[in-house]
Nanobody, 115 residues
Framework: QVQLVESGGGLVQPGGSLRLSCAAS????????MGWYRQAPGQQRERVAF???????NYADSVKGRFSISRDNAKNTVYLQMNSLKPEDTAVYYC?????????WGQGTQVTVSS
């Protein structure tokens, strides 16, 4: 099994920054990718960013130039650095790990951008 634990969410003012972390444990071999999704109230879950096993990154258009995904293989952790946050970034952010074609989700962490 795979366990994912997210941290780093919170309340921040517009223009501020947050860094989310997702620590993976358990059967974390043959990882295809790790990434971040978000879901705002009343909306569908959307992909924010992901990073593949070879380090390739991909971002949603809405966060390009503001968010950055990275990983620490030694710690089995993926990070999402979020800068220049906007109120529309408010959502529950979920970490997802894909291993051997199967997806595993974290419990989510709330990010609220408000003055």
């Amino acid at each position: 099994q795979v366990q994912l634990v997210e941290s780093g969410g919170g309340l921040v003012q517009p223009g501020g920054s947050l860094r989310l972390s997702c620590a993976a444990s358990g059967s974390i071999f043959s990882i295809n990718s790790m990434g971040w999704y978000r879901q705002a109230p009343g909306q569908q879950r959307e992909r924010v960013a992901f990073i593949t096993s070879d380090g390739t990154t991909n971002y949603a258009d809405s966060v390009k130039g503001r968010f950055s995904i990275s990983r620490d293989n030694a710690k089995n952790t993926v990070y999402l650095q979020m800068n220049s946050l906007k109120p529309e970034d408010t959502a529950v952010y979920y970490c997802k790990l894909v291993r051997s074609g199967l997806g595993y989700w974290g419990q989510g962490t709330q990010v609220t951008v408000s003055s």
